[in-house]
């Protein structure tokens, strides 16, 4: 089972850092039981994983969204989303 770990030394043994960022939401799970809609919950889910993957990439999380949301009504290309993607982006700060 640890083939993986064995081969590629640089991989962790464990999965705390997996762990850690989904515990607000395991925590939080009586209090989402009660969405309105399966509608709802998937933009919820969609808004999470927005957040989360914006902390995994060093983003703050409300700085990137608010640099994000500015620049999307302008983008044409593909290469204009991709910018956006928070492992392109430059580092974001709350101000």
Request: charged share 20%; hydrophobic share 40%; aromatic share 10%.
């Given at each position: ?39 709802g919950a998937t ?18 999380p ?21 910018a ?5 982006c430059?580092?974001t700060?709350?101000?």
């Amino acid at each position: 089972r640890l083939v993986r770990y064995v081969e590629g030394g640089h991989l962790p043994i464990d999965n705390n850092r997996a762990e850690n960022a989904i515990r607000p939401f395991v925590i939080g799970r009586k209090n989402w039981l009660f969405s309105d809609t399966p509608k709802g919950a998937t933009a919820s889910a969609q808004l999470y994983s927005l957040i989360e993957t914006a902390k995994a990439n060093g983003q703050e999380p409300y700085a990137w969204l608010r640099y994000i949301l500015e620049r999307l009504p302008l983008a044409n290309s593909i290469e204009d989303f991709e910018a956006l993607l928070p492992w392109n982006c430059p580092p974001t700060s709350a101000s």
